[in-house]
């Protein structure tokens, strides 16, 4: 990374760009931004992977674009401990394949039951709590929780979905979830990888990875989930147009109100997230 991500009172002044690897899955198909993985057919083989390694504490984060019906299943997420051009061949599933073949964990999203339970998270208020802060933390590390977020398409009834979709109330696998994957160092020098949905940590989902190797992204595009985009995070203090869209933000009931304003057509766009 080109500069270091948030932690403590260190903020981030650039970015990297996100974006899927040339080696996946046979029914994946990458758009020529790298961002967008749709599989155009049957519901396996949907594997990809993050273009580099990721660093301590950065986050992977994709949004369901599309979804198809008559499939049992939903995305997958995870790291690897290889480098995508040493696979001989991109496995059809990535529960179990590729963790059987070693160096992987993977996350099976569902509709329910994703939270890895701790002694911290054993009332739901304390958790409640946690989302209303405006900043997500896993360890060390501190993400503006604003991007992690869902956001429903601009419509009649977006300030609902909207609301629905910041309290964590729609299921994980709804179109527009937003799903990450991360991993934190830990004092003995093995990893632990958390998922985080919808700006919600969901615990260590897997610990004690070794150190010894970089670990790629997984997001394994499975049965009823048919496109995910990759979403680009700023890291520390938000910028200077986020604040921008957050002051006027507060004042719109909901994002079709914006088209009532006299405001160039970009900035109107900016403030939708579109």
Known sequence: MSAEIFTGTMAVQCQPFMSFHHIHGANVRIDPSGTLAT?????????????EP??????????????????CGHLRVGLMARDPHNLDV??????PDLVNEGG?????????????QTEEDSNTIAIKGLLADPYLKVGKFKYPREKLVARSRPGRFS???DELYKSNVLPPTALRSRIGVLYEPQSDGTRNMHIIIN?????????????TEPLYAVIDVFASTKSVRVIQLEYGFPSLQTLCRLVIQKHIVHRLAFDWLDLPTMLKNFCKYE
Not at 54 to 69: S, T, W
Not at 90 to 95: D, F, G, K, R
Not at 104 to 116: G, L, P
């Open 39 to 51: 599989r155009v057919e049957s519901f396996a083989n949907g594997i990809c992977f993050s273009q």
């Open 54 to 71: 990721l660093q301590p504490g950065q986050i992977f984060l994709v949004e369901i674009e599309d979804k198809e019906l008559g499939w």
């Open 159 to 161: 300030h609902i979905l």
């Open 104 to 116: 992987s964990w993977i996350f099976a999203i569902t509709r329910n039951h994703n939270k890895v």
């Open 199 to 211: 700006g919600e940590d969901m615990g260590p989902s897997a610990k004690g990875i070794p150190a």
């Open 90 to 95: 991109v496995p059809e599933y990535s529960l």
